[in-house]
């Protein structure tokens, strides 16, 4: 009995082996609920969908709304807003992507990209700058559109970076109009 | 008993941190070449359970206080999202949950494992009464974790148990309203629970690194009781004592996963699944299980203050113990008297338990007194009386000398038949 | 799983006699006591879909349970911490995304303050929860004669019949979880005409499962016939108390085929592993005498 293990190192060695390693995948499959459980909950999830009535709104007006936490721009564009962003060409863009959820990923970021599908006037921006995260200024800055206060990045009428550290336009998230007047973002 | 080792650190690395920090030697000589009677049984595995349990219940915990709300208004519904919504929330709150019930039942063993093979005695009183101290944290700590879901028994368990201190004379309103921070068991009374249950495991851990000091000094008692005499004696914790305890943990896990996943509820009470109400009291209050026998022994005396008295008294006798048993003989196996009583004890012990989850009334209380009666009788009278009379049985050389006697049935073993684990390379 | 229920005299005494003492001091005799005082009613247990270790929820039962609720207890009872999307769960009622729309739109929510600082009403969404029927207690006790009926998301957790020794040792033996939906069950199917010698309290009903007394404010809730079936399955009191209960279950544990899918894993596992423990173990040991 006493001299089984030095007879056979092989099969000890594997039952060693076996063992430490089972004891390693167990200790990796306990981890995971450790990590998920900080992941957004199912209520989270499912709490999607806001949404408003825009109908006592009159063109040159803004309204900051609350979706999933975040602020969110919705703008009643003036024509000279409008104008001012389609003429741009798309070679000045900073970033020359639409970054519109409603589009597909590659859209380019045209005035029409930007603005609400058939409703021009509107603009539906999630009001966080793609840079560090801070809420910008509207009708501020060197492009009439928004400044964020932070780090100085200015957006312009069409909610698109133009000068500043920020890397991408203003995220357009999800949104439909359900009615003539009535948004559903999400 | 700092272990012989000689251990040196290999590689530039480690001897860079062990002439700085000699943390790598402290946990070679208690850790790995640690050395440890050879004899123990399973019964010595649930040190190792305990600090399996006691890390379980400080990280699942932590984890329940991410998503849980210490606020009466929302602490309930704060609990039900943990269970409905949060990813693995039912996982997590459920192994809290059933693991303080495991945590009391690996306890519980542990103390009596003690006090069958007189694990108390010199040279480790101080071992002993720093694990009643723990002990005594435990109980803390389980019955403030209970109070946080803010269920009807969360509420009146508080109520009740926070109203035992009313029971001291002259300052014992205005010690309830402290612990109250009002009139009644209210939002106040839920923060604060709140926060002493973070902060007690944490105490807890403290404690129970002093109680692995105390208990490395004079090394591990063994079911012998005899010390250990020489390196023969031993063996080294690692891969030994190591190997042995993950087998007990991982058996424990099995255990604890029946409750965990099929009968998540067993342990608990229907009621704390009601939302607190502080206008009506259930029809019968019980506390957790690990609570009832010292609850029998609180309801068996007619008086208020009286009732505190011996429930505390009940607890606080441990601590006197190792001077209350007079016999030089530690280990149970060698006193067929002691024995016996304190298979009477142990019995005693679980029969309280069950006298505590049935009415105070009629034969119960009658029966809880004299229940009650043994419980001290065996520490003040038992004890002390049996060390002066009792006949012990002849006690084994050496625990080397009751290993080899045991597998022969008694007879002779030629000695060199064994290898001495302890002699390293 | 209700083995102890049907097994002979004989096999429960063995059966005490290996779990009883090992049962006991593990239970420390701790057992949910919530029955009130006096002779606790007898619950007859009855076969679940969800009980035992392989248990899952039956979509098609909790369908009709959630139709009996709606119908009928729902104009009293709230479900409060149930969201109505949840319905559409796979290891639940298993609507489809869109009935659980159809289902939401039939409730109305208080949402708001709008712009002009008013409370206004809206139709629920899937990520809502149930609406409750009253406002507030006071509100559901004015209407019911001074009664609260309680809210059922946990009902069946929160509700258990006394369990005393040495039942409650095999029902850790043989995972009885089910003594909620038993309980609801025989409620609903228990009210009787009060015998002579007992004089009903105004606006109050007999029923002999009733934990807290013989006497409920709550009328007799179902009929034969009352709630329609698409399914074919028997429109009677005694099918519509089993679904409801089925479906209470599943609003009370919606995790309940997770955990036992999860457990059988980690049960597996650690089965396996403990084994691999073991042998090393022995190995390492082999030369020592201990």
């Known amino acids: 009995m006493a001299s089984m293990d030095s007879s056979e190192p092989t099969r000890r060695d594997f039952m060693y082996l076996a063992t430490g390693a089972f004891g390693a995948v167990g200790v990796a499959a306990v981890a995971w609920p450790f990590i998920d459980q900080m992941n957004p909950d199912a209520?989270?999830?499912?709490?999607?969908?806001?949404?408003?009535?825009?109908?006592?709104?009159?063109?040159?007006?803004?309204?900051?709304?609350?979706?999933?936490?975040?602020?969110?721009?919705?703008?009643?564009?003036?024509?000279?807003?409008?104008?001012?962003?389609?003429?741009?060409?798309?070679g000045d863009?900073?970033?020359?992507?639409?970054?519109?959820?409603?589009?597909?990923?590659?859209?380019?970021?045209?005035?029409?990209?930007?603005a609400a599908e058939g409703k021009e006037p509107w603009l539906v921006m999630v009001g966080i700058c793609t840079h560090l995260g801070c809420v910008p200024i509207g009708e501020a800055g060197e492009y009439d559109g928004w400044f964020c206060p932070c780090h100085g990045s200015s957006y312009d009428t069409a909610g698109r970076i133009r000068k500043g550290p920020a890397p991408e336009n203003l995220l357009v998230p999800t949104y439909a109009f359900t009615a003539d007047t009535v948004i559903r973002i999400g | 008993m700092s272990g012989h080792s000689t251990y040196q650190p290999q590689g530039k690395l480690a001897k860079w941190i062990d002439s700085r920090l000699p943390i790598?030697?402290?946990?070679?000589?208690?850790?790995?070449?640690?050395?440890?009677?050879?004899?123990?049984?399973?019964?010595?595995?649930?040190?190792?359970?305990?600090?399996?349990?006691?890390?379980?219940?400080?990280?699942?915990?932590?984890?329940?206080?991410?998503?849980?709300?210490?606020?009466?208004?929302?602490?309930?519904?704060?609990?039900?999202?943990?269970?409905?919504?949060?990813?693995?929330?039912?996982?997590?709150?459920?192994?809290?949950?059933?693991?303080?019930?495991?945590?009391?039942?690996?306890?519980?063993?542990?103390?009596?494992?003690?006090?069958?093979?007189?694990?108390?005695?010199?040279?480790?009183?101080?071992?002993?009464?720093?694990?009643?101290?723990?002990?005594?944290?435990?109980?803390?700590?389980?019955?403030?974790?209970?109070?946080?879901?803010w269920g009807q028994m969360s509420f009146w368990g508080a109520?009740?148990?926070?109203?035992?201190?009313?029971?001291?004379?002259?300052?014992?309103?205005?010690?309830?309203?402290?612990?109250?921070?009002?009139?009644?068991?209210?939002?106040?009374?839920?923060?604060?629970?709140?926060?002493?249950?973070?902060?007690?495991?944490?105490?807890?851990?403290?404690?129970?690194?002093?109680?692995?000091?105390?208990?490395?000094?004079?090394?591990?008692?063994?079911?012998?009781?005899?010390?250990?005499?020489?390196?023969?004696d031993t063996v080294p914790f690692h891969p030994y004592i190591t190997v042995k305890d993950m087998f007990a943990m991982v058996v424990f896990l099995l255990f604890f996963g029946w409750f965990l996943f099929y009968i998540p509820n067993y342990m608990g009470h229907a009621d704390n699944y009601i939302p607190a109400d502080p206008l009506v009291t259930p029809a019968h209050i019980v506390p957790e299980w690990y609570f009832l026998p010292f609850y029998a022994i609180l309801r068996a005396v007619p008086s208020k203050l009286g009732g505190v008295i011996a429930m505390f008294g009940a607890i606080a006798i441990l601590f006197f113990l190792p001077?209350?048993?007079?016999?030089?003989?530690?280990?149970?196996?060698?006193?067929?008297?002691?024995?016996?009583?304190?298979?009477?004890?142990?019995?005693?012990?679980?029969?309280?338990?069950?006298?505590?989850?049935?009415?105070?009334e009629g034969i119960y209380v009658v029966l809880a007194r004299i229940a009650m009666a043994y419980y001290f009788a065996y520490f003040i009278i038992i004890l002390p009386v049996l060390g002066l009379v009792e006949r012990t049985k002849p006690l084994p050389a050496s625990i080397t000398e009751s290993v080899l006697g045991k597998k022969s049935g008694g007879g002779a073993q030629p000695a060199g038949s064994t290898a001495a684990p302890q002699d390293k390379g | 799983?209700?083995?102890?229920?049907?097994?002979?005299?004989?096999?429960?005494?063995?059966?005490?006699?290996?779990?009883?003492?090992?049962?006991?001091?593990?239970?420390?005799?701790?057992?949910?006591?919530?029955?009130?005082?006096?002779?606790?009613?007898?619950?007859?247990?009855?076969?679940?879909?969800?009980?035992?270790?392989?248990?899952?929820?039956?979509?098609?039962?909790?369908?009709?349970?959630?139709?009996?609720?709606?119908?009928?207890?729902?104009?009293?009872?709230?479900?409060?911490?149930?969201?109505?999307?949840?319905?559409?769960?796979?290891?639940?009622?298993?609507?489809?995304?869109?009935?659980?729309?159809?289902?939401?739109?039939?409730?109305?929510?208080?949402?708001g303050p709008d712009d002009s600082g008013e409370m206004f009403e809206r139709e629920a969404r899937p990520s809502d929860h149930f609406p409750a029927p009253f406002p507030n207690q006071q509100a559901a006790r004015a209407a019911n004669g001074g009664a609260y009926p309680p809210d059922l998301s946990l009902i069946a957790k929160a509700r258990a019949a006394h369990a005393g020794f040495p039942t409650f040792v095999f029902d850790a033996l043989t995972q009885y979880q089910e003594a909620g939906p038993d309980y609801l069950h025989a409620l609903l199917t228990h009210y009787e005409e009060p015998p002579e010698d007992v004089t009903l309290a105004p606006g109050m009903y007999y029923n002999t499962a009733f934990l807290s007394g013989n006497q409920i404010a709550m009328p007799p809730p179902l009929s034969d016939g009352l709630v329609e079936y698409s399914d074919g399955?028997?429109?009677?009191?005694?099918?519509?108390?089993?679904?409801?209960?089925?479906?209470?279950?599943?609003?009370?544990?919606?995790?309940?085929?997770?955990?036992?899918?999860?457990?059988m894993r980690v049960m597996l596992f650690l089965l396996v592993f403990a084994g691999l423990l073991y042998f090393t173990k022995r190995k390492i040991w082999s030369n020592v005498e201990h």
Request: charged share 15%.
């Open chain 1, 93 to 114: 863009l900073k970033d020359p992507i639409a970054r519109n959820e409603n589009l597909p990923s590659d859209a380019p970021a045209t005035d029409a990209n930007r």
């Open chain 1, 43 to 90: 209520a989270a999830l499912a709490l999607a969908t806001t949404e408003v009535d825009v109908s006592s709104m009159a063109p040159g007006q803004s309204i900051t709304v609350s979706w999933r936490g975040k602020p969110v721009f919705i703008r009643y564009r003036t024509e000279k807003e409008i104008t001012e962003a389609k003429d741009v060409p798309l």
């Open chain 2, 159 to 232: 109520t009740v148990i926070t109203n035992l201190f009313s029971a001291i004379p002259l300052v014992g309103e205005s010690i309830v309203q402290w612990l109250w921070g009002g009139f009644s068991v209210a939002n106040p009374t839920l923060n604060r629970f709140f926060a002493l249950h973070y902060l007690l495991p944490f105490m807890i851990v403290g404690v129970v690194i002093l109680h692995i000091w105390a208990l490395h000094v004079p090394g591990n008692n063994n079911p012998t009781g005899v010390s250990v005499k020489s390196g023969q």
């Open chain 2, 24 to 149: 790598l030697t402290l946990m070679n000589a208690q850790a790995i070449d640690f050395p440890t009677p050879r004899n123990l049984n399973y019964f010595w595995t649930f040190g190792a359970i305990l600090m399996m349990m006691l890390v379980v219940q400080i990280i699942t915990g932590i984890v329940l206080a991410m998503h849980y709300t210490a606020n009466t208004e929302l602490a309930f519904a704060s609990v039900e999202k943990i269970m409905r919504d949060v990813n693995f929330g039912w996982l997590l709150r459920y192994m809290h949950a059933n693991g303080a019930s495991m945590f009391f039942i690996a306890v519980y063993i542990h103390i009596f494992r003690g006090l069958y093979y007189g694990s108390y005695k010199a040279p480790r009183e101080i071992l002993w009464m720093l694990g009643v101290v723990i002990f005594l944290l435990m109980m803390a700590t389980a019955f403030m974790g209970y109070v946080l879901p």
């Open chain 3, 233 to 263: 399955a028997p429109e009677t009191v005694d099918q519509y108390s089993r679904d409801v209960s089925a479906f209470l279950m599943w609003a009370a544990e919606p995790k309940l085929e997770a955990r036992k899918q999860t457990g």
């Open chain 2, 323 to 360: 001077w209350l048993d007079t016999s030089k003989v530690r280990s149970g196996a060698f006193r067929p008297l002691f024995r016996q009583f304190f298979w009477v004890f142990a019995i005693v012990c679980v029969f309280l338990g069950w006298l505590g989850a049935q009415p105070a």
């Open chain 3, 1 to 111: 799983m209700l083995v102890t229920r049907k097994k002979p005299m004989i096999v429960r005494l063995s059966l005490a006699l290996a779990a009883g003492l090992a049962g006991a001091l593990m239970m420390g005799a701790g057992t949910p006591a919530t029955a009130a005082g006096g002779e606790a009613p007898h619950i007859p247990r009855e076969d679940w879909s969800f009980s035992g270790p392989f248990g899952s929820y039956d979509p098609g039962q909790l369908q009709r349970g959630f139709k009996v609720y709606q119908q009928v207890c729902a104009a009293c009872h709230s479900l409060e911490f149930v969201a109505i999307r949840t319905l559409a769960s796979p290891s639940g009622p298993y609507f489809s995304d869109a009935a659980v729309k159809v289902i939401a739109s039939e409730y109305t929510v208080e949402d």
